[in-house]
């Protein structure tokens, strides 16, 4: 299982936001669906091994299961719905158990601790860090829930936290690049191995 | 400097396409758009040694470079204006010469075989091909034009071209991913240097 957490800090906590500016009108909610689309999506199919979870301005976290989603489809539009009707359904969640919105999206009322601590449980949180460990001189854990933060940095709870449960530090490479793309690399250096050329 | 070429086989060649339905209404122009994301932008800027070709229908070529581009942002609606702009400037374009449709946005009337003619001139062109050396087995090249497709292969006509015109073939990974994921690896082996640990 490969999982991967996100911190929206301007994102939408109520349905109803405009789908045609996503950008400018929805706290970049188009970075975040990006994020969803590079951690679920082959070629030609869903990585049923991954799941993203979107953590909400820390209090609400939207997760897809590659394994169970159903209606996805990679543009930013279609994943925007998507969370658009997580939002909706939160009305419904009480404390932290999770309302299903639709086949393979849940939504549930809580923020990045409480979100790590159940996703990360007997798995290898990696805390993606400039400042991390190289990913070419580091075996991929077998079971990694990567953590990484939407166009802002983390704020100073959030990194206490990661203080607190990150297992790992990584890095990815030497620039800063978006979340989603980030995703991408990461999904990379898992299905290499770590970069080993025998797994081409 | 590093540049992409994306085939985009059955991406709009006019203008007025529907910018609420990229992915149904627009030939997959989402894909295409999130490539010139994936090429351009860094967390908090512009590559400027980075250049962005998308081929329509081996017809239209346009060219998206970091160096000059203004008023792009990396959600897919906007760069799609973008390129709607490009298709509407179209009409002007005589033979192989550029129209500069935005600031550092061109349309040319060629498709892939002259535009790898000319972009690929002294530079290696990279072929992204499951059958290819490796990435972490081989050194990135210095100057590289990386070549890949949309959502659909190549066509037979495309690969006699790139038969001709590339200098490697270029395995990224075991697994068939988007062409933006594709270019945001790419990237990443670029940055690192071949994945050097010393590069992070």
Sequence with gaps: MRQYVVCGHD?????????DDLAGGAGRLD?????VGAGLFLSHGIREDARVHLVLQDELTVSFDGATVRNAR?????????VDAALEAAGDAVGHRPVESSPGVTVRKRGLEPTLADVGRDRTV??????????????PPADPVFVLSDHRNFEDAERAVLED?????????PRAIHADHTIAVAHNY????????EAY
């Excluded at 994102?11 to 789908?19: N, Q, S, Y």
């Excluded at 990679?74 to 998507?82: I, K, M, S, V, Y």
């Excluded at 990696?126 to 075996?139: D, I, K, Q």
């Design 165 to 173: 449960a990150a297992d790992r530090r990584v890095s990815l490479g």
């Design 190 to 197: 898992l299905d290499t191995g770590g970069y080993d050329p």
């Design 31 to 35: 970075l975040l669906c990006r994020c």
């Design 74 to 82: 990679p543009d930013e539009r279609t994943l925007a719905g998507l």
């Design 11 to 19: 994102a939408p906590l109520e349905p109803g936001f405009p789908l």
């Design 126 to 139: 990696c805390w993606l860090h400039p400042g991390g460990e190289p990913a070419a001189a580091a075996s």
